[in-house]
T-cell receptor, first 114, second 109 residues
């Protein structure tokens, strides 16, 4: 069964450094998402992406964040200058354009900012 | 904020049915009820969804009341691997997923 994959599974970085989290969505999916979950808290929406542009973003997704689909398979989340509070699990998700519009999530990348 | 209310935790014995309730009294006519679950720190997993009819798939059944103000997710024969946080989410299908705190289901031997 096709699945969303994410790399790396765990990323440790120093405050102020740039990180890129990578996702490979399911191949026939058209809509892509990033969510994050700070330890012990709710899963929070960051951004959605369709047709090579951002379709919706949350207040969390400020200028430090960017997303890109550099080729036909990868979907990336870049954090330009990481802060301690960016430490979280980051989940990528994707879906088709057809009902029932369920989103399929990847296993996540644990980002630790020191 | 999430449009749903769920109990924070529930217990279930292995092999028994787990019935997880959800209140969504402000649901709109075009909104579906979706259920996802999250097994410890893994990515959320889609379980089932419904509009107004009861639904069943290989994972679970979804019972939606006639007024659509509440629903129940049923895991007919819970196993230890069903221990997870279960999220009830109301959305129109196009919108993003808004996760609440969900229900922590603990399945015990």
């Amino acid at each position: 069964e096709p699945e969303v994959t994410q790399t790396p599974s765990h990323q440790v970085t120093q405050m102020g450094q740039e990180v890129i989290l990578r996702c490979v969505p399911i191949s026939n999916h058209l809509y892509f998402y990033w969510y994050r979950q700070i330890l012990g808290q709710k899963v929070e929406f960051l951004v959605s992406f369709y047709n090579n542009e951002i379709s919706e973003k949350s207040e969390i997704f400020d200028d430090q964040f960017s997303v890109e689909r550099p080729d036909g398979s990868n979907f990336t989340l870049k954090i330009r200058s990481t802060k301690l509070e960016d430490s979280a699990m980051y989940f990528c998700a994707s879906r088709t354009g057809q009902p029932p519009y369920e989103q399929y999530f990847g296993p996540g990348t644990r980002l630790t900012v020191t | 904020d999430a449009k749903t209310t769920q109990p924070p935790s529930m217990d279930c014995a292995e092999g028994r049915a787990a019935n997880l309730p959800c209140n969504h009294s402000t649901i709109s006519g075009n909104e579906y009820v979706y259920w996802y679950r999250q097994i410890h720190s893994q990515g959320p997993q889609y379980i089932i969804h419904g509009l107004k009819n009861n639904e069943t798939n290989e994972m679970a059944s979804l019972i939606i009341t006639e007024d659509r103000k509440s629903s129940t997710l049923i895991l007919p024969h819970a196993t230890l691997r069903d221990t997870a946080v279960y999220y009830c989410i109301v959305r129109d299908g196009y919108s993003t997923l808004t996760f609440g705190k969900g229900t922590m289901l603990l399945v015990s031997p």
